[in-house]
């Protein structure tokens, strides 16, 4: 997305949520600093090789996550594909014994299947903003083959923004950025009901969300919308 049309979107998101832009600065300038310091960074031609031409796969944390997951695994065909999880998403994949090639997260879920599928090659697109600085903190060095983007709308020297909020609808905008074939869209229910892929502590496999996070996955859906009429890759959903 052009930085200026995330721009306007930007200030929205932050205004509509009350985050302040300092603490998703001051979070992308820890970033950076990790980035320097642990030099765990890949350059963004190993996330071109992974996704340029290739059907993206791209799987979130709503209710339908295990279905499409059970449908991915069956499917049958030599064309080339990437998988590509937004965070929670991760541990569904692993229990079919999927390793994703690229994970998008800001780090603030469980991450015990982040480190393992990582420590199994995945490439980790790791998000900055505000209330994620001891997540990056506690993590990013325990981390290879990560790729950080900020939501920013300003030049950070190690640091990507293609545009994109919650960790679901930033996989899509990165599949755009780099070029995939098209985005088949896996678990990305939206609507109100989170599963115990996002929300670990849930009683129930899947509950009613919280009104913060109904309010984040609309804006996912909305920036999702605008993608599929403004961007160039085709996208749909599984099933
Ligand atoms: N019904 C849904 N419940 C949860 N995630 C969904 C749903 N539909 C789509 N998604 C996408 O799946 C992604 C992964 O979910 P997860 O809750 O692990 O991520 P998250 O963005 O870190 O959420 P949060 O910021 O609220 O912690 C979300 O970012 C969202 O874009
Ligand atoms: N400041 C701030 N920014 C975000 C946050 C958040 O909780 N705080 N959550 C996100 C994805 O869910 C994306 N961006
Ligand atoms: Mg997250």
Not at 12 to 40: A, C, P, Q, R, T
């Amino acid at each position: 997305m052009d930085i200026f049309v995330w721009k306007k979107f930007y200030e929205k998101i932050i205004h509509d949520f009350g985050y302040g832009i300092k603490g998703d600065i001051l979070s992308s300038e820890v970033l950076e600093k990790m980035i320097e310091i642990y030099k765990n960074n890949v350059a963004s031609n190993e996330i071109s090789k992974k996704i340029a031409g290739k059907d993206a796969y791209i799987f979130g944390a709503g209710p339908s996550l295990k279905k499409h997951v059970m449908e991915f695994k069956k499917l049958n065909d030599n064309i080339e594909k990437v998988v590509i999880t937004a965070d929670g998403a991760t541990k569904a994949l692993l229990e079919e014994n999927i390793i994703p090639d690229i994970i998008v997260s800001d780090l603030d879920g469980d991450m015990e299947y982040i480190l393992k599928s990582n420590l199994f090659g995945s490439i980790v697109v790791v998000h900055a903003h505000g209330d994620n600085i001891d997540r990056l903190e506690k993590y990013v060095n325990n981390l290879k083959n990560i790729f950080g983007t900020t939501q920013v709308p300003k030049k950070f020297k190690n640091l990507s923004n293609y545009g994109g909020f919650t960790d679901g609808d930033r996989c899509c905008f990165l599949a755009e950025e780099f070029g995939a074939k098209q985005m088949i869209l896996c678990g990305m229910d939206f609507g109100i009901y989170v599963t115990k892929y996002s929300r670990p502590n849930i009683e129930k496999d899947v509950e009613i969300a919280d009104s913060i996070k109904v309010k984040k996955l609309k804006y996912a859906e909305t920036l999702v919308n605008w993608l599929k009429e403004n961007g160039k890759t085709p996208i749909r959903f599984m099933g």
